[in-house]
């Protein structure tokens, strides 16, 4: 009988890992971190290897099947990293199978196999011929001299059907040529130019130093670095990861959305490069093919800088030095669905785990984060003033009450925008709606189109000719009258960013307009050809939705103009205020980021708002003041703690009569506030009838005390109705 027998995660929902005997013939291969097919029922399954133990005396492993074959030549994770994913699964109270097949590239967890490893040939000289015949072979000979190791489609760039040379030259003996391992190009064959690190200010020096003093302490180290906009956050991360690479470790930069990698990924680039420091992204951008590629040399070592958006928290490091997580108020760190983690959260729990610093960087910092570094639980760093001692950009408030109005602009706002195109100067149009209109209104009885799935109605898309649901992806093509009355005065209604820029080319047809949202962007390498147009000076207006927000850094810049600011304001969400100041702010700080003086512009129905007011004035201090009182009263985070249980299923009775049942078995917890249940906002999505039900505590154990029982929560339910649990939710919906 064998000695030792190994646990696998089945990466599917069950509840613990499952012990497989090893095989015969591949015992050796079987270790940590590697996948493997085994026997679950009756069929076969992949599973994660998490340990391979001893077998005690008083085991009886007659009843266990073996593992059938193992898939990976070399573990995918290490082992800290199966350990982190472990914790991150008990602490979401999600399968820990699933969890480890979230965290994997995807396309690993079924039986299809990994994507195909790439192969090239290379070419090298293995002597140095006395004569060759011809000039051709003298050419091609002298260049893999001087460059070799030689990628054959390297030569074919360079010479024109170099084959029977290179056929003619290993044939003499003087170069030899085998088959390699190849990786895909992520960066789309985009190179950089070199630059050369800035003077830092004395504030930047001394968040550095600070940074670079918890790295050599060895040991976790959470920092808060509050930088208003243009401030140079960038140049501290850059310089404090110069301090990672020299001590011989490994860094990792997370951003909330893929529309942030190109810019940060090419400033990375350029300062790294020269100096023989490889970059590697992680995102979902990437083909499936590449994320493998990518993974496979991060776990080779072969990576000194990883970044990516949240799901990057997971990349097999094996020298972990540092972790930045840029933008960090931003909710993209959230998961919505499945496994619901928080990718600044992970973030810091892999930090402390594996004893290295962690910066988390923004210009609007949550408030959750903000009261830490309150209360000493973040080390604060400060960056109050613009680089070059540039100025905040000039807010004003156009009360759209007393507006003229035109197409969705006023009149100050057109005169702005006039202004710039005359100057040669750049504008960004802020509007968080994405489509030509949100619905399509029937003028004679007032219907619209709405979602079979969803509880929304279809944003209309006039470049496709589709109404689209932007939850479950429904598409139709409208009629050419109305599907309730029959009427042909079917017209859009309100304006997204479609139709925003539909109407600016008719306003100013001789202006570049670009759109930049989930739609324009959807294309591979869409976004990079958008920030090098916007940066080459390509673009004169560019329309977007809260994807323009985020961190770009476009130095000829110099209005900004927000539409529909009131429409975050008055969202159900006791966040609300939060979420409306971090856009305004962070919208706001992409003008006047070059030399030029940047001017703001903020419609409007309620400037009187105390949110707007903060906004205006750059006074984040001020909206703390006045958020966290509310939120305290109210124990709302940071003051307390919330999970969001959320029963769904396609009978309606059933999910109701599920939910009713669950919240009466709650209601016997001890120190918890059980809320609900109540229909979710969206209370139909995807075809399922969703009810939640609110969990608040003022400590974290009574919530996890409550969590341990969950496991028996679902005996509550049929088959038909399943339970989602969210842990630190994001939003309600």
């Given at each position: 009988m064998t000695s030792r027998y190994a646990e696998v995660a089945i990466l599917a929902p069950l509840p613990r890992a499952l012990s497989y005997l090893l095989p015969q013939t591949q015992a050796d291969s079987v270790v940590p971190g590697v996948r493997v097919k085994v026997p679950l029922g009756r069929r076969h399954a992949v599973g994660v290897v998490v340990a391979v133990k001893a077998v005690a005396a008083e085991q009886d492993l007659t009843r266990l099947k073996a593992i059938d074959a193992v898939l990976d030549d070399e573990p995918l994770l290490t082992e800290p990293l199966l350990r982190f994913v472990e914790r991150a699964s008990q602490y979401y109270i999600h399968p820990f199978g699933l969890t480890l097949k979230t965290a994997l590239p995807a396309g690993l967890g079924s039986l299809q196999g990994a994507p195909k490893i790439l192969h090239t040939r290379v070419y090298r000289c293995s002597d140095t011929p006395t004569r060759l015949r011809g000039a051709v072979q003298q050419q091609i000979f002298s260049f893999i001299q001087q460059h070799q190791p030689v990628d054959l489609a390297v030569l074919r760039d360079h010479f024109s059907n170099p084959h029977p040379v290179l056929k003619r030259l290993e044939s003499l003996g003087v170069v030899n040529s085998l088959e390699q391992e190849s990786s895909r190009d992520p960066f789309g064959g985009v190179s950089v130019e070199d630059d050369r690190a800035p003077e830092l200010s004395e504030q930047q020096l001394q968040a550095v130093a600070a940074v670079v003093e918890g790295l050599n302490a060895g040991q976790f180290q959470p920092f808060l670095l509050h930088g208003i906009t243009g401030s140079g956050k960038t140049e501290v991360y850059l310089h404090s990861i110069d301090a990672v690479v020299a001590a011989g470790r490994q860094a990792l930069v997370l951003v909330p959305e893929i529309a942030l990698t190109p810019q940060l990924v090419a400033r990375f680039r350029s300062r790294f490069e020269q100096q023989g420091v490889r970059i590697g992204v992680l995102h979902s951008g990437l083909s499936a093919a590449e994320r493998y590629d990518m993974w496979r040399a991060i776990i080779r070592d072969e990576i000194a800088i990883v970044i990516g958006a949240r799901s990057a928290v997971f990349a097999p490091l094996r020298r972990l030095g540092m972790i930045v997580v840029d933008e960090e108020h931003d909710d993209s760190y959230k998961q919505g669905e499945g496994f619901r983690y928080h990718g600044r959260d992970m973030a810091l729990l892999r930090g402390q785990m594996e004893q290295v610093p962690v910066v988390l960087g923004s210009a609007t910092p949550s408030l959750t984060s903000f009261y830490r570094m309150q209360q000493g639980a973040l080390t604060g760093l400060s960056l109050p003033c613009r680089i070059g001692d540039r100025v905040l950009p000039e807010v004003t408030l156009i009360d759209m009450r007393e507006a003229e109005v035109e197409d969705g602009l006023s009149q100050p706002l057109i005169d702005a925008l006039t202004l710039r195109l005359e100057r040669g100067e750049q504008s960004l149009l802020l509007l968080n709606r994405r489509g030509f209109s949100p619905f399509l209104l029937c003028r004679d009885c007032g219907g619209s189109y709405r979602c079979p799935n969803c509880d929304i109605t279809l944003t209309w898309h006039r470049q496709a000719a589709t109404l689209r649901c932007h939850y479950c992806d429904f598409v139709q093509t409208p009629q050419d009258s109305c599907p309730h009355c029959g009427g042909a005065a079917m017209?859009?209604?309100?304006?997204?960013?479609?139709?925003?820029?539909?109407?600016?080319?008719?306003?100013?047809?001789?202006?570049?307009?670009?759109?930049?949202?989930r739609d324009s962007t959807a294309a591979k390498g869409a976004q990079q050809q958008l920030v090098t147009r916007m940066e080459a000076g390509d673009v004169d207006i560019l329309v977007g939705t809260q994807m323009i927000a985020k961190g770009h850094d476009f130095g000829a810049v110099t209005l900004v103009g927000i539409l529909d600011a009131d429409a975050a304001l008055n969202f159900p969400d006791f966040r609300a205020a939060e979420r409306s100041f971090s856009l305004l702010a962070q919208v706001a700080g992409r003008a006047g980021r070059g030399d030029l003086k940047g001017e703001v512009l903020v419609q409007t129905y309620a400037p009187d708002s105390p949110v707007l007011e903060c906004a205006v004035s750059h006074d984040?201090?001020?909206?703390?003041?006045?958020?966290?009182?509310?939120?305290?009263?109210?124990?709302?985070?940071?003051?307390?703690?919330?999970?969001?249980?959320?029963?769904?299923?396609?009978?309606r009775d059933a999910v109701s009569g599920c939910a009713?049942?669950?919240?009466?078995?709650?209601?016997?917890?001890?120190?918890?506030?059980?809320?609900?249940?109540?229909?979710?906002?969206?209370?139909?999505?995807?075809?399922?009838?969703?009810?939640?039900?609110?969990?608040?505590?003022?400590?974290?154990?009574?919530l996890r005390i409550l969590l341990n029982q969950s496991g028996q929560w679902r005996k509550l339910f049929p088959a038909t109705v399943t339970l989602a649990i969210d842990v630190d939710p994001a939003d309600m919906m």
């Open positions: 017209e859009p209604e309100g304006m997204g960013t479609e139709r925003l820029a539909a109407e600016l080319s008719e306003r100013f047809p001789t202006a570049r307009i670009a759109r930049m949202d984040y201090l001020r909206f703390v003041e006045l958020e966290l009182p509310m939120r305290q009263l109210l124990l709302y985070p940071p003051y307390g703690y919330l999970v969001n249980l959320v029963v769904s299923g396609l009978d009713e049942r669950l919240a009466e078995q709650l209601m016997t917890a001890a120190d918890v506030e059980v809320l609900g249940p109540a229909a979710c906002p969206l209370y139909r999505l995807r075809n399922r009838y969703r009810m939640q039900i609110l969990l608040k505590a003022q400590s974290r154990a009574a």
